[in-house]
């Protein structure tokens, strides 16, 4: 296995990230954030970019949901063993928390290429014999515990992160910030740059904030006020001490609390969005700052299922690494090659649900997926606004829905969707074969992006930054129904790569209800159901002008020539 040797001979970027899906068995992700920064380290593997990843053991996971009958969500501790996966560090570093010294120790975790390259991950660890027992407990649980807690695991990975790479001897040209989670390590690179006190002038700052700004990004996530970690400055005073003088520590962060986001924005020379709408809306969230937009992605051949894998390996040579390729997909891949791939994604799909549900969906039914992070703006339950309608829809043109997602544990409004949706299924039983796949994860989405007949979204506008699983559905040409938000609006052909629900406009969740069910009744379903051949084409589509564009192959590109290049 490699050393941690391996990877110091060159400088590379440093890519800070509180979660990252390294692998469906190690649950150190949550979600989308954590998806996409394991796709955008997949990329920078394949593409040979020189980065080292940094973010938390998390040795207890995020959790592992069960759902029983009624819809109920409990919770249950995912833990892993780093051991079966990593080398452990000898490297260990300290930080002060509430005026204690605790110590950092990691694991190097080596996630290796498609086609070629390894990345060093450096999973940091405080659950060491020297920690008191809370101290030890800092890195355990992905997002758990309180306001203290969550201040606590930042520390340990913007501080205690930073630290380590130096400890490890790791040459670095860049900080990328993966949302604000890491931004505690711009304060770290303050007080290593900061002004010896022979060369200060009075009223000037005592850092060289103009050098912390050269060497960091940030990468902004979510216009959704409470993806913004706040943290009361008694708090801060508390836990993390006087670590840098308070002055500046508002003058960068805010006036009234530490805004983990704001200092970011403060301490970072390129600073984007996830999509070119999130870009505009963080402008103005955020004025006076230069935001640019590089719109999220998805890694290839992670979100292909194998069935399609197989047809672009024999079709399109070449497309992990240049997904552009996938363009000619219109001309260089049959009809028939198509269908005969959705056909065997689709039967593993109702297996998978048959196994693990008991439901049974038929291979000839249009299949509507959804699955996403149960929270309000989401609105999993646009779909059953009107039940009779749904139904009368149903009756002409039979429906058949696959739902998933798990809600954070503190969110008891997301907790009551997945009732409310598990109520649905049996006011709909007998009418709409409706399955709701527990314990979401990496198999379980790719199980269901390939396998569905169209992938639907439903997100209150502006609330979605960018979105990222319809872009793997186009992947296994699942063509995306969704309102146009996030990267749909970049993404969306009507009738070519996909359906928009509305407009680009504000509206209600009964004008958005009302263009879901026009869109389903009138185009989609005639058309899956009446012209065979026209369905395909824009199976075809989704493939040619969207997963050619939305993959990480760009991103990541985009980022080493824009972002990374000083």
Known sequence: MAAIDDFTHEPRVAYFSMEIALHNDIPTYSGGLGVLAGDTLRSAT????????????????????????????????SPWNPSQWAVSLDAVVAVTIEGRRVWVGGWLYVLKGHTNGEQPVVLLDTDLEQNNPDDRAITRQLYGGDKAYRLKQEIVLGIGGTRMLQALGFELRQYHMNEGH????????????????????????PYNIPRVRELCCFTTHTPVEAGHDKFDYDLVRRVLGDYVDFPTLQHLAGEQELNMTRLALNLSEYINGVARRHAEISRHMYPGYRVHAVTNGVHPFTWTSEPFRRIYDERLPGWCHEPELLMRAACCITDAAVQTAHVEAKQRLIDEVNTRTGVSLAADCFTIGFARRMTAYKRPDLLFSDLQRLKNIAQRHPIQIVLAGKAHPQDGPGKQLIEVLHRHMRELDGVISIAYLPAYDMTTALTLVS??????????????????????????????????????????????????IGDDVPSTNGDDAGHLYQKLEQTILPLYYENPAGWVTVMKGAISQCASYFNSQRMMRRYASEAYVK
């Open 46 to 77: 394949d593409l040979e970019v020189p980065v080292v990843a940094v973010t938390l053991a998390s040795t207890m996971g995020y959790f592992r949901q069960t759902i029983d009958a009624e819809g109920r969500q409990a919770e249950q501790a």
């Open 182 to 205: 890491s931004a505690l390590l711009a304060l770290e690179l303050l007080r290593r740059f900061a002004y010896p006190p022979e060369d200060m002038r009075p009223g000037e700052s």
């Open 451 to 500: 396998g569905v007949d169209v992938w639907l979204n439903t997100p209150l506008r502006p609330m979605e930054a960018s979105g990222t699983s319809g872009m793997k559905a186009a992947f296994n040409a699942v063509p995306h129904l969704s309102v146009l938000d996030g990267w749909w609006i970049e993404g969306c052909i009507e009738g070519v790569t996909g359906w928009a």
